[in-house]
């Protein structure tokens, strides 16, 4: 992580986090930082390489996200993708104006091969076009490296430099050949060696939380979730029993969920940490009360999870550190890790109330991917069962259930998500799909059933495929499936009448529902 580092200049683009994924896969360590982070910073960091994201906006308007001419200066290899492109030529004493033909989707791009970036890259390839603006004359020094029968500056070089721009976004699943041109810029031109790999971040990260932490009592915020269980299993390899492992169960879990976790991870599971399970459904149902907001609903619940960790805190004794599962996503999606929006408040990040009663805060997988994550936790030893358990957010249900939160509404997506899962299982279906989950909706609607009028809820059905969580598609799960799961939630969870499957992706969406 320390030794080489390619850096994102995040210009407000969707794909942000996509693109430094991409690159991890390459086997390089990749950030994302603001384009207001300043230049002196960036140079302290001594980057191998860096790749200007795209962004919704014009550069030669007023006000725009642009970037000093010096950064082109630094000697480091640069790569502008779709926006980042136009500024570089802008920046540099290029032209970038308004396209006589917007270009969005896939398009057929005829490349240079003989360009470094395009080594081993089909001559006509497709990639993925979003763009307005177009550059109609790209800056002194840059030629002109691929086109499109629409945009005759598709990406451009100034090899002497180093500096590189394409119109299109190699980063998105629909560029074909993407993934080759990430690796042709973050390999062979920026010269990275390809170190980043999950068994010496494991075998570093447990290095570091033993130097860190020294003797002192750590407390770890234990869900049962992927994330949690994977960093609880790290700090146990690390501290041993210095570490004490608290499970809140706030009522919003899924079914029969609190009694697995304390089987796996309580005195008489496989790893003999020092547990703790404390049940607090009503001090957490009490809180909700009243609340439909969904952001508002995410900051109860993880102000509510810090002081119930308080509490067991100061039952233990002195405690020093506090352990949470944080990821990046939940980083970049909470506005701390580029130039994105805030999509959401995660309870371990944005959600978290000003004041914490503990000296720090460790996060030891907070520069991972999901699918990181698990191959740090099969890198642990944590079995296979447990590192692709199905995803679930730290506020649990409370974001699956549009609304108020209560008991009853609790207990309806609880017992239709139970039935989603088994019929997912008996189907052959569970490793096939990203994340599945039943969520309630607030609508009510009427219904019949033996012979009378109902009046009940509506559930939705989700299920989406991912490589990284950033961007998903809706799964096909079969028909047939879909109807025994509908059949059986309506004839066995009361209240319920009407059952949904949604469509939609992300972007637009996101995979959970709040």
């Given at each position: 992580m320390n030794q080489e580092k390619v850096l994102v200049?995040?210009?407000?683009?969707?794909?942000n986090q996509l693109v430094a994924r991409r690159v991890r896969e390459c086997n390089v360590y990749c950030e994302i930082y603001s384009y207001r982070t300043e230049l002196e910073a960036i140079r302290a960091m001594n980057p191998k390489g860096i790749i200007l994201t795209g962004g919704p906006n014009s550069c030669y308007e007023e006000n725009s996200p642009t970037y000093q001419k010096e950064l082109f200066a630094l000697?480091?290899?640069?790569?502008g993708l779709c926006y980042g492109a136009q500024v570089m030529m802008h920046?540099?004493?290029?032209?970038v104006e308004k396209a006589p033909v917007r270009e969005y989707g896939k398009t057929e791009v005829r490349v240079n091969q003989d360009s470094p970036l395009f080594a081993d890259v089909s001559q006509d390839t497709i990639c993925w076009m979003s763009h307005f603006d177009y550059i109609s004359r790209p800056a002194p020094?840059?030629?002109?490296t691929a086109h499109?029968?629409?945009c005759p500056v598709a990406a451009a070089e100034d090899r002497e430099n180093n500096l590189y721009a394409v119109q299109f976004h190699p980063e998105v699943l629909h560029t074909l050949e993407g993934t080759k041109i990430l690796y042709n810029f973050v390999r062979n031109i920026c010269g990275c060696a390809g170190s980043w790999r999950m068994d010496s971040f494991v075998e570093q990260s447990i290095e570091e939380i033993r130097n860190r932490v020294g003797s002192g009592k750590v407390l770890c915020a234990l869900s049962g979730g992927v994330d949690s269980s994977v960093a609880a299993v790290m700090l146990a390899k690390a501290i041993g029993n210095q570490l004490t492992c608290v499970f809140v169960d706030h009522g919003l879990l899924r079914k029969q969920e609190g009694d697995e976790v304390e089987a796996v991870f309580g005195p008489e599971g496989p790893y003999q940490l020092n547990f703790i399970r404390v049940n607090a459904q009503e001090r957490f149902y009490k809180k909700l009360a009243g609340v439909t907001e969904?952001?508002?609903k995410r900051k109860i619940i993880g102000e509510e999870f810090i002081r119930v960790f308080e509490e067991e805190a100061g039952k233990i004794g002195a405690v020093d550190f506090l352990v949470q599962g944080t990821i990046y996503p939940d980083v970049v999606e909470s506005g701390l890790g580029g130039e994105s929006a805030v999509i959401k408040s995660h309870h371990n990040v944005g959600g978290l109330p000003d004041c914490v009663d503990?000296?720090?805060i460790i996060e030891p997988l907070r520069n991972l991917f999901k699918d990181e994550v698990r191959r740090a936790g099969l890198e642990l030893g944590i079995p296979e069962t447990l590192v692709y358990r199905q995803p679930f957010p730290g506020p649990g249900l409370g974001i699956r259930i549009i609304g108020e939160v209560t008991g009853e509404k609790v207990r309806i997506v609880q017992d239709a998500d139970a039935i989603y899962r088994?019929?997912?299982?008996?189907?052959?279906?569970?490793r096939t799909i990203g994340q599945y989950f039943a969520a309630l909706t607030n609508m009510r609607s009427v219904g019949v059933m033996g012979d009378e009028r109902t009046y009940d809820y509506a559930v939705a059905l989700r299920a989406v495929n991912t490589v990284d969580f950033m961007t998903a598609e809706s799964a096909e799960i079969p028909w047939e499936v879909l109807q025994t799961v509908m059949s059986r939630i309506i004839n066995e969870v009361r209240g319920v009448n009407r059952v949904f499957y949604d469509l939609t992706s992300k972007p637009p969406g996101t995979i959970e529902f709040e």
């Amino acid at each position: 992580m320390n030794q080489e580092k390619v850096l994102v200049i995040d210009f407000g683009g969707q794909y942000n986090q996509l693109v430094a994924r991409r690159v991890r896969e390459c086997n390089v360590y990749c950030e994302i930082y603001s384009y207001r982070t300043e230049l002196e910073a960036i140079r302290a960091m001594n980057p191998k390489g860096i790749i200007l994201t795209g962004g919704p906006n014009s550069c030669y308007e007023e006000n725009s996200p642009t970037y000093q001419k010096e950064l082109f200066a630094l000697g480091v290899p640069v790569l502008g993708l779709c926006y980042g492109a136009q500024v570089m030529m802008h920046v540099l004493g290029g032209k970038v104006e308004k396209a006589p033909v917007r270009e969005y989707g896939k398009t057929e791009v005829r490349v240079n091969q003989d360009s470094p970036l395009f080594a081993d890259v089909s001559q006509d390839t497709i990639c993925w076009m979003s763009h307005f603006d177009y550059i109609s004359r790209p800056a002194p020094g840059f030629a002109v490296t691929a086109h499109t029968a629409d945009c005759p500056v598709a990406a451009a070089e100034d090899r002497e430099n180093n500096l590189y721009a394409v119109q299109f976004h190699p980063e998105v699943l629909h560029t074909l050949e993407g993934t080759k041109i990430l690796y042709n810029f973050v390999r062979n031109i920026c010269g990275c060696a390809g170190s980043w790999r999950m068994d010496s971040f494991v075998e570093q990260s447990i290095e570091e939380i033993r130097n860190r932490v020294g003797s002192g009592k750590v407390l770890c915020a234990l869900s049962g979730g992927v994330d949690s269980s994977v960093a609880a299993v790290m700090l146990a390899k690390a501290i041993g029993n210095q570490l004490t492992c608290v499970f809140v169960d706030h009522g919003l879990l899924r079914k029969q969920e609190g009694d697995e976790v304390e089987a796996v991870f309580g005195p008489e599971g496989p790893y003999q940490l020092n547990f703790i399970r404390v049940n607090a459904q009503e001090r957490f149902y009490k809180k909700l009360a009243g609340v439909t907001e969904p952001e508002q609903k995410r900051k109860i619940i993880g102000e509510e999870f810090i002081r119930v960790f308080e509490e067991e805190a100061g039952k233990i004794g002195a405690v020093d550190f506090l352990v949470q599962g944080t990821i990046y996503p939940d980083v970049v999606e909470s506005g701390l890790g580029g130039e994105s929006a805030v999509i959401k408040s995660h309870h371990n990040v944005g959600g978290l109330p000003d004041c914490v009663d503990f000296k720090e805060i460790i996060e030891p997988l907070r520069n991972l991917f999901k699918d990181e994550v698990r191959r740090a936790g099969l890198e642990l030893g944590i079995p296979e069962t447990l590192v692709y358990r199905q995803p679930f957010p730290g506020p649990g249900l409370g974001i699956r259930i549009i609304g108020e939160v209560t008991g009853e509404k609790v207990r309806i997506v609880q017992d239709a998500d139970a039935i989603y899962r088994e019929e997912i299982a008996r189907a052959g279906l569970g490793r096939t799909i990203g994340q599945y989950f039943a969520a309630l909706t607030n609508m009510r609607s009427v219904g019949v059933m033996g012979d009378e009028r109902t009046y009940d809820y509506a559930v939705a059905l989700r299920a989406v495929n991912t490589v990284d969580f950033m961007t998903a598609e809706s799964a096909e799960i079969p028909w047939e499936v879909l109807q025994t799961v509908m059949s059986r939630i309506i004839n066995e969870v009361r209240g319920v009448n009407r059952v949904f499957y949604d469509l939609t992706s992300k972007p637009p969406g996101t995979i959970e529902f709040e």
